[in-house]
């Protein structure tokens, strides 16, 4: 059976020196914030309406965190 690849929205710094909440894939941020804790309330609120994954970016682009809002393989891989 074949999987689907998850959903992932991240939040990333951007040249505007704030964040942008953005969906993989998107040409465009969905949303841009001054505050990184504003970003990280929207992205996880949207992850969690589409059952999606959350990542959480640092200001060097290295992943701070992951969240997981659904879609889980159950059992777990691994």
Known sequence: MKQNK????????????????RKDGAKRALQ????KQDAID??????RNQGAELQIHKKDGTIQ???????DPYPPIG
């Open 6 to 21: 998850p959903v992932t929205y991240r939040v990333l710094p951007n040249s505007e020196k704030g964040w942008d909440v």
């Open 32 to 35: 841009n914030f001054k505050r």
């Open 42 to 47: 929207r992205a996880r609120e949207v992850s």
């Open 65 to 71: 965190r992951r969240d997981s809002h659904g879609n």
